[in-house]
């Protein structure tokens, strides 16, 4: 019979998604059939599964790191931020509509059979599933309907472990405080906490994780010190992206406000060549940029205006007056055609609205959301490229005449006169290393043979070999409990 452990934290991004990954790669290295499991996600870095739905791109990585394909199932509920008081629902890996936060909370408890139905369907073909929570569980104003935490934990009668992050400092009152908060009930499925991101050699906490147990009664499960290669998988939150690299070719990339599938740019990042200069909001686009990469986006529209707002058309355009280049992918392609359509409202206000008109295309919004798994061929070099499109939206035009992709026998993205600027729908493109290669030598980098995929593989070898060391596994598959049926 399967069991189940959850991981929970005392806030957000304590380090609960590499954790998970960490875990799910320790305990299948181990010989067992290990599945992660996320109730409800809120991000707009979304990966498409083989089932042909979405889910958040850190449960992804963990379904990659128990060896598995990424399934709807593993993230029943996942919300995309389409503004700062509405959100995209995403149900079972489909899109079901958008709600505004006050409405979201009315219609979480209806989502629970849904949540526990993907759960149990996981616990099949499992010996062990690894469940994150979101946020913090100590959020008592929303632990009524709550489906992401204890509410979820109570409904399938799962154990929690608590991990609080030291390097933000003062976890003893974050651990302590989740303890005081929390109801009884609650309380008493904490099994264990772990202490994590520590700075310095962990034997130093000591006598705090002692305090921390005498004040909860909960076991120490241990403390887990900083791991330096965590910038080489990919960021759940927008908040965790920075700049990354020293190379001489410098690719700049605007941080939109609905930034979404940034995780595009951890290949160009792993190039010793490159430099990603993430280009915050109030910053201008730096001057001596060899590329300008505009990134998706969860609201083309709404991250058009804050483009323009950001005074970045203006830089743009210097920009592209000195003779570099521009790429736009997916909602940054949208963003660099003439017009955008959207007859439906689907992005807010119906209407046509300018785009920045550097490609002669034009984009409509409407239909079904695009979500595939797919495999295109770059026309200049020849190479082969696996990606994947997740979008709402078509776009048509003169400059597709010039499009460097073929897809399905189609042909995929635009390009201007010159060459300059091009844009695509395609996410993951640059994982494609001899692709990569080819593009970046466009720039003068040389070819370094980087295998991305081996790059991924080995860090969470590493990050596994990294918890096996700090934390008391044994102790934490013992604390896991069995699942009960339905």
């Given at each position: 019979m399967a069991k189940a452990i959850m991981i929970q934290g005392t806030g957000s991004n304590v380090g609960k998604s590499m954790l998970v990954a960490g875990l799910c790669r320790a305990f299948t290295r181990r010989g067992l059939k290990v599945v992660?499991?996320?109730?409800?996600?809120?991000?707009?870095?979304?990966?498409?599964?083989?089932?042909?739905?979405?889910?958040?791109?850190a449960q992804a990585l963990q379904a990659r790191a128990c060896g598995l394909a990424p399934h709807s199932d593993m993230n029943p509920v996942l919300l995309k931020p389409e503004s700062e008081h509405g959100a995209q629902v995403v149900v079972q890996g489909k899109r079901v509509g958008a709600l505004m936060a006050r409405d979201y909370g009315q219609e979480k408890p209806n989502l629970m059979p849904k949540v526990l139905e993907s759960f149990h369907r996981l616990t099949a073909a499992a010996d062990l599933v690894v469940i994150e929570g979101a946020g913090s569980p100590a959020e008592t104003n929303l632990r009524k309907g709550d489906i992401a935490n204890m509410g979820f934990a109570e409904a399938a009668d799962v154990p929690v472990i608590l991990v609080?992050?030291?390097?933000?400092?003062?976890?003893?009152?974050?651990?302590?405080?989740?303890?005081?908060?929390?109801?009884?009930?609650?309380?008493?499925?904490?099994?264990?906490?772990?202490?994590?991101k520590f700075r310095g050699d962990p034997k130093l906490f000591e006598e705090g994780s002692k305090d921390i147990a005498q004040r909860t009664g909960w076991t120490d499960l241990g403390t887990l010190s900083w791991f330096p290669e965590a910038h080489r998988l990919p960021a759940e939150d927008v908040m965790e992206i920075s700049s990354r690299g020293t190379g001489r070719i410098k690719i700049a990339v605007p941080k939109l406000s609905r930034i979404a599938n940034f995780d595009d740019l951890d290949p160009l990042a792993a190039e010793p060549d490159v430099t990603v200069q993430i280009v915050e909001p109030g910053e201008p686009l730096p001057g001596d940029a060899d590329l300008v990469l505009i990134p998706g986006t969860k609201s083309t529209l709404g991250d058009l205006a804050f483009f323009r707002a950001q005074g970045w058309d203006i830089d743009l355009h210097a920009h592209i007056r000195r003779g570099a280049h521009v790429l736009g992918i997916c909602g940054g392609y949208q963003m660099l055609g003439q017009w955008i359509d959207d007859p439906e409202g689907i992005e807010g206000p119906k209407g046509r609205h300018p785009g920045l008109g550097y490609l002669n295309v034009e984009t409509t919004m409407g239909g079904d959301k695009r979500l595939a798994e797919v495999v295109a061929t770059d026309h200049a070099s020849g190479h082969e490229v696996r990606a994947y499109e997740i979008h709402i939206g078509c776009t048509d035009g003169p400059d597709m005449a010039r499009a460097w992709l073929t897809l399905e026998g189609r042909p995929e993205g635009a390009a201007s006169q010159d060459g300059r600027v091009m844009g695509c729908y395609l996410h993951g493109l640059f994982t494609?290393?001899?692709?990569?290669?080819?593009?970046?030598?466009?720039?003068?980098?040389?070819?370094?043979?980087?295998?991305?995929?081996?790059?991924?593989?080995?860090?969470?070898?590493?990050?596994?070999?990294?918890?096996?060391?700090?934390?008391?596994?044994?102790?934490?598959?013992?604390?896991?409990?069995?699942?009960?049926?339905?």
């Open positions: 992660p499991f996320k109730p409800q996600n809120m991000s707009n870095n979304a990966a498409v599964t083989q089932d042909g739905g979405e889910i958040g791109r609080g992050d030291i390097d933000r400092g003062g976890v003893i009152a974050q651990l302590v405080g989740s303890h005081t908060v929390l109801s009884p009930e609650d309380r008493a499925r904490i099994r264990g906490f772990a202490v994590n494609a290393d001899a692709f990569r290669s080819a593009y970046l030598e466009r720039f003068g980098a040389a070819n370094t043979g980087i295998i991305f995929d081996a790059t991924v593989e080995h860090t969470l070898d590493a990050l596994a070999d990294h918890i096996e060391a700090h934390l008391d596994l044994d102790r934490i598959y013992a604390l896991a409990e069995a699942i009960k049926a339905v």
